[in-house]
Nanobody, 125 residues
């Protein structure tokens, strides 16, 4: 059984930074494709980024150059470093794990079988 717990959300001003953490239990994150998604009430869930330990990371166009996804297998944790935050980044952020690391598009949530509870990010102008 895989359990994911997000933390690190909060409220910041435009241009600020936050680092989200996703602690995994029951698995090593290197064995999965780890992704971050976000959702605003009334809108579709949006893929933000994903990473596999043996490959690279992929990012949504809206966050390229500002967000960085990473893994720390020893700590069984995935991270999302968010810089230069904008009001449109405000959302509930979810981490997710896809068992099949060979197929885990950042834009498709369906391969991700395990999800965290979400952490709120609010960016004020």
């Amino acid at each position: 059984q895989v359990q994911l717990v997000e933390s690190g959300g909060g409220s910041v001003q435009t241009g600020g930074s936050l680092r989200l953490s996703c602690a995994a239990s029951g698995v090593f994150v290197d064995d999965y494709c780890m992704g971050w998604f976000r959702q605003v009430p009334g809108k579709e869930r949006e893929g933000v980024a994903r990473i596999v330990s043996f490959g690279g990371a992929l990012y949504a166009e809206s966050v390229k150059g500002r967000f960085t996804i990473s893994l720390d297998n020893a700590k069984r944790t995935a991270y999302l470093q968010m810089n230069s935050l904008k009001p449109e980044d405000s959302a509930v952020y979810y981490c997710a794990a896809a068992p099949d690391a060979a197929y885990c598009p950042y834009w498709d949530s369906r391969p991700y079988k395990y999800w965290g509870q979400g952490t709120q990010v609010t960016v004020s102008s």
